[in-house]
């Protein structure tokens, strides 16, 4: 029997698929010419990074756009970064911003298409298979060394000033004959498989990135491991082998991938198999005290999307956002479309930044403000409540105490042409209507209200008295206000700011600290939605008794 063969059927006794045979299991996909076959292949090794994220939307963006396939295949090969359930969450915190796959891994045992397992430890068969293969072409060999001989390789390297790895003349195993490994294996050494580079470090390749053009680098001459010990292959094989079963067309994912391109090119030459397109993502970077730096996961709270779900930022405004970071145009494109939906951009490769997307918590911001605004009534608390449930006990036994009454108070100046933009995010709502409900309002009375120092007790007490005497608020907000200035002008105040100005002594002040007074006691806050409405939603006989008791406490 030919040697190779043997030795093959020495490492691997059990029963494994030809290649024809995945050919024909895995077969081309039948899809319409000019669809992308893309995916997602997070490591369950923790949170779902922002960068993460970034990746799958586009990944999946270019699938939906081109009517072709989005996948999510978990790569699992590393099992002790793993940490448990953390593959289930990265796809239901996908889907919380609207990534969805059309097949692929969708949580633990759980999964849909014809191209699978699409969890990379349930794939050892179809890996060995490919393997077994390559041994029998002389492409892949085992290797006996150590721990201490690779690191003695290193030293020698280190010393002699020369690339590090197990290349050339360092890669011992690769000399071995079929023979002399059959022997070593019936010794029962142990071994790892490895590929036999034909490369050559100082040759040039030329690949051409879907996002960075034409990139020239060197050739590979690494004999990679390609399946541990453990039996799992390693992520540069296993990116081999899944993409082409997959029959991934398109590879997006992070820059940092790009110095081992070489490798992954010299696997799919090795095997004539068609290589898909790659696309190096830049990383995400942020701006501190002006420097670039990469988006951290140590030091930066909105590394992880878990943080904007949690503060409750609107998914829609994030995404508004990613897409102004993945595509230059895309702003144009969204003051010229004001109503489109995102699926109606075309989102493209030539117009990614390629020195590293900005990433600038200030615009996501105002473009949430900009999306909470512009939400109808019905639309926010819906959305308001659906984030309580999950992330806010207390803001969520206000809502279900009185939904109506819930709705009202954020409906104040909503539904108009210019809204109020008072909500960034639902984290916000809590602490800004809380006064609204007089359990809170009596417990957050406890701090001394902040009333304008200038001004005397007398004068305070004098203006809360003169308004609850002249004030109705079923006359329109305009006739209010103007009982508003009369108020002001009674108790010694300037009717507007302009009169004031021009007469500063002659006034304590002008009708704005007179409203600012009556928002103090009422809301307890410098600042709150419109007063007018504010009061009319809290009712005459609330309003009245909250204006008492602080008389009585000032007196
Ligand atoms: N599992 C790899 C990672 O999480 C995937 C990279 C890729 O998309 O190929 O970085």
Redesign the pocket.
């Known amino acids: 029997m030919n040697k190779y063969v043997e030795l093959a059927n020495l490492i691997f006794q059990e029963d494994l698929y030809s290649i024809e045979e995945l050919e024909a299991k895995y077969p081309k996909r039948d899809l319409p010419v000019g669809a992308y076959v893309t995916r997602f292949?997070?490591?369950p090794t923790g949170f779902l990074h922002t960068g993460s994220l970034f990746a799958a939307l586009i990944s999946s963006k270019f699938a939906y756009q081109s009517y072709g396939v989005f996948f999510i295949r978990l790569?699992d090969t590393d099992q002790k970064r793993e940490i448990a359930g953390s593959g289930a969450s990265l796809v239901s915190q996908l889907a919380a911003f609207g990534v969805y796959p059309h097949e692929g891994y969708l949580g633990d045992n759980l999964e849909k298409g014809n191209y699978g397992p699409y969890v990379q430890s349930k794939r050892a068969k179809i890996y060995k298979s490919v393997i077994k293969q390559m041994i029998i072409n002389n492409q892949a060999y085992p290797c006996f060394c150590s721990a201490d001989d690779l690191s003695a390789m290193r030293k020698q390297q280190d010393e002699r000033k020369e690339n590090f790895g197990y290349y050339g003349e360092y890669a011992k195993c690769s000399k071995l004959s079929p023979e002399e490994a059959i022997e070593k294996i019936k010794n029962g050494e142990p071994y790892v498989l490895r590929f036999r580079s034909t490369g050559d470090y100082h040759n040039k390749i030329v690949v051409n990135d879907a996002i960075r053009g034409r990139i020239e680098i060197a050739q590979n001459d690494q004999h990679i491991v390609i399946l541990k010990s453990d039996g799992l292959p390693t992520?540069h094989f296993a990116?081999l082998v899944d993409d082409h079963f997959m029959r991934t067309t398109h590879?997006t994912?992070?820059e940092e991938?790009l110095p081992s391109l070489p490798v992954h090119i010299e696997l799919f030459e090795a095997m004539g198999w068609q290589k898909p397109t790659y696309a190096h993502l830049p990383v995400i970077m942020k701006l501190d005290n002006g420097n670039r730096r990469k988006l951290s996961k140590r030091k930066d709270l909105e590394a992880a999307v878990s943080y904007f779900l949690e503060q409750g930022y609107p998914v829609d405004g994030f995404l508004e956002y990613l897409f102004t970071i993945a595509n230059s145009n895309f702003e144009a494109w969204r003051d010229e479309f004001k109503d489109l939906s995102r699926d109606e951009f075309k989102m493209s490769f030539d117009k990614m930044s390629l020195d590293g997307a900005l990433f600038d918590l200030a615009k996501i911001q105002n473009l949430c403000k900009e999306k909470l605004g512009h939400m109808n009534t019905k639309e926010f608390a819906n959305s308001a409540y659906t984030w309580a449930k999950e992330y806010n006990e207390e803001l969520k036994a206000l809502i279900e105490r009185d939904y109506d009454y819930f709705s009202q108070i954020v409906s104040i100046e909503r539904e108009k042409e210019n809204p109020r933009k008072d909500y960034e995010k639902f984290s916000d709502i809590l602490p800004l209507i809380k006064f609204f409900y007089d359990d809170h309002y009596e417990s957050m009375k406890q701090d001394a209200l902040l009333f304008n120092e200038n001004l005397s007790k007398e004068t305070i007490i004098k203006v809360l008295e003169t308004y609850l005497a002249k004030y109705d608020l079923n006359l329109t907000e305009e006739d209010w206000f103007a009982v508003m200035k009369e108020v002001a002008v009674e108790c010694g105040f300037a009717a507007t700011p302009k009169e004031f100005k021009k007469n500063k002594e002659a006034f304590l002040g002008h009708v704005g600290d007179v409203a600012a007074i009556l928002r103090i006691v009422v809301t307890l806050r410098m600042q709150s939605p419109n007063l007018y409405y504010v009061m009319k939603i809290i009712g005459k006989d609330r309003v009245d008794a909250r204006i008492k008791n602080a008389i009585e406490s000032l007196k």
């Open positions: 292949a997070p490591s790569e992520y990116h590879i994912r992070g991938w």
